[in-house]
Each structure stands twice: as C-alpha cells, then as structure tokens.
C-alpha cells in the first residue's frame, strides 16, 4: 500500500476550508459584506503548495521545482493584499495594483530561465518585505482595520499580526533550506521544508480563515465631509450622543468607516479623540455602549443571553463573554445571577 504524504493530507484540509470559507462569504450572513478575495485566494494556493511539496519531497518529483516558488512568491502579496482590503478605503486600479503584485511571481519566474540559484535568496526577501508592509498597514492597531466591524476586529487584527510573523519565519526557514544545501548538501533540507512549510501553509490559512469571517463591509460610494477641526471632547461628544440617542452600537456591521459617515467625521478624527480621551481604540469604545445596554437588559428584562447579546450588536459568544468580563470581571450569567429577579408588569 503506497505512503500518503502528511502534505497530501495538509492539502485536502485546506481544501475543505476553502470550500467552507467560499461557501460562508455565500451564506445570508455575508449580505453587505464584501468577499475577501485574496485571503479565499491564499487558503486554495496554500492547498496546492502542500500538494506540491508532498510531490516533490514523497515522490522526488523534480518538475515541481518550476512550479512551486511561483506559487511561493504568489503568497505574501496575496496576504499583503487581503490585509489591505480591510484597511483602505480607497483602492488603486484594478489592473495596476494587479500587475504591482505580480511582480514577484514575474521574477521568480525569470530567475528560474536564467539564474536558479538567486531564488534562495530574492524569495526570503519578497516574504520578509510584504511581511513588513502588513505590519506597517497595523501600525494604528485594531482601528487601521477601518472596514472591519468593531466586534472582529481585535481577533482579525491579532490573526494579521501572526500572519506576518509567520512569513518572517517562512523567510527564515527558506535560508536554513540553501544553507543546508550548500553545508551537507540538503541533508537537512526534506525535513524542513515538510514540517516548517506545512506549519507556515496551515498559519496562513487559519490567519486568513479568521479574517474572511471579520470581511469588510461591501463598500458605498458616500464621501465623508471635510470638516474644520474639532477638540477630542467635542468629537468625543458627537460619538456619544450617537451611541445615547440612536444606539448606533446596535448595528452588528458597525466599523470606523460607517460611524464616520453617520457622525460626518474623518475616521482619523474620531479613532484620535476616543485614544487620546479615553484610552481605549473605537472597537472597545463602542463595546463598552453594548455591554451597558447588555448588563441593562439581563437586569430589567428576562431575555436569555443569547437574545441579548443579538440585540446589543454582537454577533458571537465568545466575543461578547470577552468585552462583558473585560468591562464587568464577569460573566453575563454571573451578573444576572447577582442582581434581583426582574418584576415584569402584567396587564391588568
């Protein structure tokens, strides 16, 4: 009976999550939002490198050393360019921005016509290089994730984080790869690349997998208003009496980009004023109206949890047991257990 490769495996495991992801952007859930390409992408691409490499180091197939840089190379733009889905607004052109990051690809394949042996060193630096641009694009922290709705955002915005490391360490692994082809030989090389590349291929694509599910919201073509500046209690002010007065935090979409248009405010403006005043990034700002709302509810109302966690915007509960212990030190069960039973008025 012939050995399946562990890769082969890989691969039929990342397959199904890509089936599964596709098939979610697709669901009623996903109405609004916009898919995530490049990320969906990366999930099927990181299912074929795992076949490959399952070729080339089960069977020693060599005619899989043409195929699978190109395909290595395609990966950190495809990350750079699902991380930047979530943050800008504003996209550049279609063709150019498709033809910017397929540059790699292109050199990769030129440098296997005519000088191999760069591609050990040219494709760590193009992991490392879009590595840094992702964490570039996370400078802000969870608020540069301006398309993203405030209840995924920190879990989005951890997940990125971790895909960019984990490219530093697939450049990493890839110069241990030539250094041991040129030390023993590629003595080493087989059991590297098995395990460390089909570490890295599984990281990317959970990482990917957590940032479909937190997918920007489909854009609009409204434009915020450029308004004169405005102290941070002033600006704070207007974000308040929004949450007070229209309960805008109900809104389980809600991101930076939507509560800027509906305060005519510069995202900027107000991600500033709520760090400066508050000390806090909009996402929890703004959870901190929904666990209010929430602790009013489980108080004043026999609601079950889960209907009160749907009404006060969050959409998952483990994300709304999270910001409820963060903001009360504990959880929803325990603080309705703490408080009396509520009088519920009958009619007479």
Same mark, same amino acid.
């Given at each position: +009976?012939?050995?399946?490769?562990?890769?082969?495996?890989?691969?039929?495991?990342?397959?199904?999550? /890509?089936?599964?992801?596709?098939?979610?952007?697709?669901?009623?859930?996903?109405?609004?939002?916009?898919? @995530?390409?490049?990320?969906?992408?990366?999930? =099927?691409?990181?299912?074929?490198?795992?076949? /490959?490499?399952?070729?080339?180091?089960?069977?020693?197939?060599?005619?899989?050393?043409?195929?699978?840089?190109?395909?290595?190379?395609?990966?950190?733009?495809?990350?750079?360019?699902?991380?930047?889905?979530?943050?800008?607004?504003?996209?550049?052109?279609?063709?150019?921005?498709?033809?910017?990051?397929?540059?790699?690809?292109?050199?990769?394949?030129?440098?296997?016509?005519?000088? %191999?042996?760069?591609?050990?060193?040219?494709?760590?630096?193009?992991?490392?290089?879009?590595?840094?641009?992702? =964490?570039?694009?996370?400078?802000?922290?969870?608020?540069? =994730?301006?398309?993203?709705?405030?209840?995924?955002?920190?879990?989005?915005?951890?997940?990125?984080? /971790?895909?960019?490391?984990?490219?530093?360490?697939?450049?990493?692994?890839?110069?241990?790869?030539?250094?041991?082809?040129?030390?023993?030989?590629?003595?080493?090389?087989?059991? &590297?690349?098995?395990?460390? @590349? !089909?570490?890295?291929?599984?990281? !990317?694509?959970?990482?990917?997998? +957590?940032?479909? %599910?937190?997918?920007?919201?489909?854009?609009?073509?409204?434009?915020?208003?450029?308004?004169?500046?405005?102290?941070?209690?002033?600006?704070?002010?207007?974000?308040?009496?929004? +949450?007070?007065?229209? %309960?805008?935090?109900?809104?389980?979409?809600?991101?930076?980009?939507?509560?800027? %248009?509906?305060?005519?405010?510069?995202?900027?403006?107000?991600?500033?004023?709520?760090?400066?005043?508050?000390?806090?990034?909009?996402?929890? /700002?703004?959870?901190?109206?929904?666990?209010?709302?929430?602790?009013?509810?489980?108080?004043?109302?026999?609601?079950?949890?889960?209907?009160? &966690?749907?009404?006060?915007?969050?959409?998952?509960?483990? @994300?709304?047991?999270?910001?409820?212990?963060?903001?009360?030190?504990?959880?929803?069960?325990?603080?309705?257990?703490? $408080?009396?039973?509520?009088?519920?008025? $009958?009619?007479?």
């Amino acid at each position: +009976m012939p050995l399946i490769p562990l890769s082969f495996v890989v691969a039929i495991l990342l397959l199904i999550l /890509f089936v599964t992801m596709s098939n979610d952007n697709d669901g009623p859930a996903s109405i609004g939002r916009a898919r @995530n390409s490049p990320f969906l992408l990366l999930i =099927l691409l990181s299912a074929f490198q795992a076949f /490959f490499s399952g070729l080339r180091w089960g069977y020693s197939i060599e005619a899989v050393t043409y195929i699978s840089p190109v395909g290595a190379a395609l990966v950190p733009p495809l990350a750079y360019c699902g991380a930047a889905k979530l943050v800008q607004k504003r996209r550049i052109f279609a063709v150019a921005r498709l033809s910017l990051h397929a540059l790699p690809a292109a050199l990769i394949i030129l440098l296997i016509v005519v000088r %191999r042996n760069a591609i050990d060193v040219v494709l760590p630096a193009i992991f490392t290089g879009y590595a840094a641009a992702i =964490l570039h694009l996370m400078q802000p922290g969870p608020d540069a =994730l301006r398309r993203t709705p405030f209840e995924s955002a920190p879990s989005v915005y951890r997940a990125l984080i /971790f895909a960019a490391a984990t490219l530093f360490l697939s450049a990493a692994l890839d110069l241990l790869v030539a250094l041991d082809f040129s030390w023993t030989h590629g003595k080493h090389a087989a059991a &590297m690349v098995a395990v460390g @590349n !089909l570490l890295a291929l599984i990281i !990317l694509s959970i990482a990917s997998a +957590m940032a479909v %599910r937190g997918r920007a919201t489909a854009e609009t073509d409204e434009v915020i208003p450029s308004i004169a500046e405005q102290t941070d209690k002033e600006t704070l002010g207007t974000i308040r009496s929004l +949450m007070e007065t229209k %309960r805008f935090y109900r809104d389980p979409d809600l991101n930076l980009d939507r509560l800027a %248009r509906k305060a005519v405010l510069p995202t900027r403006q107000i991600s500033t004023a709520i760090n400066r005043a508050t000390g806090k990034n909009v996402s929890q /700002f703004v959870n901190d109206f929904r666990i209010a709302d929430a602790c009013r509810l489980l108080t004043e109302t026999d609601k079950s949890v889960t209907e009160v &966690m749907l009404e006060v915007g969050f959409q998952t509960k483990s @994300n709304f047991n999270r910001e409820f212990r963060r903001v009360t030190d504990m959880t929803p069960v325990q603080w309705r257990q703490m $408080r009396p039973s509520p009088t519920l008025s $009958r009619p007479s």
